[in-house]
């Protein structure tokens, strides 16, 4: 009988001290705050397009539906759809700032597709997250 | 009709982000893609009915 003797801890140590370097850091960040943006910085104009592109469309559209943003106003329940909303970056900073898109107004409100609308929004953030985790990776080396 | 215009478009969004995220190969990503939106749509239809059903 064969028995391998492996030393995992050192295979262990060797893992955990791997780090992310500081560009991967910056194209997550980059693609958090525009979306698309961490992967056009690194060429991949393809994904830039189609991750951008579905997030910023995702966004239009919910707008468009009527639906509006969330933010924290005291309510807990506010709060994990304005982490949702936050997602994507300068398209939730900029109407914060101009104060546009953040109250139920009686019409929009009435629009069959409202609801639509405000999920919409919260959807586009989230998917925001994943393309930006993506432009991570790949700055990092973790992905092709 | 609106509502299921709607519905195909979240699941189409949804499906070219999770395509891309999750696979790597063009191919395997395109099939993905085409996976998940088809199972976005089939099963939206199919909670659609059975809450048509339901009385309450």
Known sequence: MIFLEVDLSQEDNEHSHETAPAKAWLMGAAGWFVPGLGHMLQGRWGRALLLGGAVWVCFLLGFYMGGHLFQYDGSLLRLPPMIGNLGTGLLYIVPWYLGYGFTDDVQRAALPTFEFGWTFLIVAGLLNYLSMLDAFDIAAGRKS | ?56
């Open chain 2, 1 to 56: 009709m609106r509502h299921f215009l709607v519905m195909t478009a979240f699941a189409g969004l949804a499906a070219v982000v999770f395509g891309i995220v999750a696979k790597d190969s063009k191919r395997e990503q395109f099939v993905y893609g085409l996976k998940v939106f088809a199972e976005f749509l089939v099963i939206g239809l199919v909670l659609g009915w059975i809450l048509y059903f339901l009385p309450f």
